[in-house]
């Protein structure tokens, strides 16, 4: 009897101690899953790539959109070009022309009619080109009268093209034509993306103790070596490192910019040439400016038979204003800003064109203090306070890719997480913008960002619906080769199109910068001079005030 409970009393232990093992090893299994989570996890599979980028699987609605999406922003095709292309049967602005087309009906020109112009495409050696594809940015404008408006570009695909334009004050009118890029230098950009996405770079620094090592890293990164995955668990998305070769993945500690480079041949080079082919005005055929008297209630408006132009707004007097929709109020004094901020928290997200704004207000607001929270300058995040006026303005640039200086790994945030860890409310405005950084990349990429920023949009406007959002677009900037081949107006142009298109019939607000930008006299730049900013300043305060101004 005794030997058999001291048996049974032995397997009791046995088992009590196998139980604690069990539950110590879960423990363990728990804190390993708590301290390494799976975004820090090496990979060597080479399957994992499509191309050079990873895509997590889409659900069917958002696959459905992403083709829709890419089908609409198709480009014209060039035929297929020589190999060596021959540059000289390219287009050439300077044997380009356009033609202002007579009235519908004749007569004079009114407030009110559109203006429609033709655009006839040659080649260095003078000859018509038989197809489209150019690149064109249009403008009707007066200097004197501070007025400009953009207008609309028709390719009909045969190297001609119309451009329409709303006729909305009295007085002269010029009409500016730009050759942004030739046809032949579109199948160049689309190539770059496709094949050298990783052509922009980025690093980290990895330290640990008195180790310390830096590797490359992108969002599109070649599996030529084990690479440790830092894909957000929370949105998706993608981004790599190469595994340091001493140190653990868990052990990166920053985010920097590095190298750009491009591989073209020298006859693709010549294809981006400031003051021959990108962004080189186009001559008229004659005269190139109309006068326009006031409407005549008596007759009808004349419409173009192509295309309305389609603006949003222009410029009158210095001043953006909006052709349909919002109004837009002045804000020309530091009172009547503060008075529209006054109770709110306004959270600023995105890259340095979003910062501008930022940095616009502290200006301007002698109320507004900068909180000192040792921020990198051009990084952030920044925090200002009005404490009597009880307004709060932050900003935070976006995750990866983010093309900045160094940049510490736990600053590098998600927009669509920082969304979601807003309460909101009808004193909380969220400001955004998202795309500069984006352009070297195939455009899956940004409309993948765009989907996760949209559900935490849609999510906040569920939980808070008197929250106001508002969305500033890409606009034109100042092009060079080497900025054209990673950064071109071409590449922004399709991100301009996919964001509207994405949040179009959502509870939001476009600042349309694109058009602001477009419409303006002063040269294109990344980051717009103060005059633009003021006025898109103007329009996101008559989206949080309609009804003030001064």
């Known amino acids: ?39 820090h996890k090496v990979s060597n599979d080479p399957n994992m790539h499509h191309g050079l980028c990873t895509f997590q699987p889409l659900s069917p609605e958002d696959t459905v959109e992403e ?26 602005p300077a044997h380009s022309t356009f033609t202002i087309l007579p009235r519908r009906g004749g007569g004079q020109w009114r407030v009110g009619d559109q203006l429609e112009v033709m655009i006839k495409m040659s080649d260095f050696q003078g000859r018509p080109k038989k197809f489209g594809g150019d690149f064109l940015l249009v403008r009707l404008h007066n200097m004197d009268l501070g007025a ?80 440790c995955n830092y894909t957000d ?24 910019r590095e190298t750009f480079t491009h591989n073209i041949n020298s006859n693709e080079e010549k294809l981006f040439q400031s003051g021959v082919n990108l962004k080189v005005y186009i001559q008229a055929s004659g005269p190139a400016s109309v006068t326009v008297l006031p409407k005549d209630e008596g007759l009808p408006e004349v419409k173009s038979n192509n295309v309305t132009s389609g603006s949003l707004g222009y410029y009158y007097q210095g001043v953006w204003r909006a052709l349909k929709g919002t109004t837009v109020p002045q804000f020309n004094s530091s009172s009547a800003i503060t008075q529209c901020l006054k109770g709110k928290v306004v959270h600023m997200y995105g890259d340095s064109t979003i910062r501008q ?19 990198l300058q051009k990084v952030g995040p920044f925090i200002s306070l009005d404490y009597a006026n009880k307004i709060m303005v932050t900003f935070r640039c976006h995750g990866p890719p983010i093309r900045s200086w160094t940049v510490p790994t736990m600053e590098m945030h998600y927009i669509a997480n920082e ?62 080769l080497d900025v054209s081949l990673a950064f071109s107006d071409w590449y922004s142009l399709q991100h301009y199109k996919v964001l509207r298109a994405m949040f179009k019939g959502l509870n939001v607000r476009l600042v349309d910068a694109w058009e602001i930008v477009a419409a303006h006299h002063l040269p294109h730049s990344i980051h717009p001079p103060s005059p633009i900013i003021k006025n898109m300043i103007d329009v996101l305060l008559s989206y949080i005030c309609p009804q003030k101004g001064g």
């Open 148 to 227: 400009g408006v953009a207008g609309q570009v028709v390719d009909h695909l045969n190297g001609s093209y119309s451009a329409v334009f709303s006729l909305i004050w009295e007085g002269g009118a010029q009409v500016e034509v730009t050759l942004v890029h030739p046809s032949e230098a579109i199948p160049v950009l689309e190539r770059l993306n496709s094949e050298q996405p990783d052509r922009v770079s980025f690093k980290s620094l990895f330290r640990s103790g008195s180790l310390s090592e830096t590797t490359i890293c992108n969002v599109c990164l070649r599996p030529t070596q084990p690479m």
């Open 419 to 480: 969304i979601d860890g807003l309460k909101g409310g009808p004193n909380t405005v969220v400001v955004f913008g998202i795309w500069a950084h984006f352009t070297p990349f195939p455009i899956e990429v940004y409309i993948r960002r765009l989907q996760s920023i949209r559900r935490a949009v849609v999510r906040l406007l569920d939980r808070a619906p008197g929250t106001l959002v508002v969305i500033r677009t890409g606009n034109p900037r100042d092009l060079s």
């Open 1 to 39: 009897m005794m030997d058999r409970a001291c048996t049974r009393r032995d397997y009791s232990i046995i088992f009590l101690f196998l139980a604690v093992a069990v539950f110590i090893l879960v423990l363990h299994h728990m804190a390993l899953k708590s301290t390494v989570p799976f975004q």
């Open 67 to 92: 083709r829709l999406l890419l089908d609409s922003i198709i480009w014209p095709k060039t035929p297929f070009l020589p190999d060596p292309l021959l540059v000289e049967q390219t287009s050439d």
């Open 357 to 375: 704004w930022f940095e616009f207000l502290n200006a301007t607001l002698p109320d507004l203090k900068k909180f000192e929270l040792h921020s």
């Open 233 to 256: 668990l929370r949105t998706g998305e993608p981004w790599f490192c190469y595994k340091p070769k001493n140190l653990s993945c868990n052990t990166r500690i920053n985010h920097a």
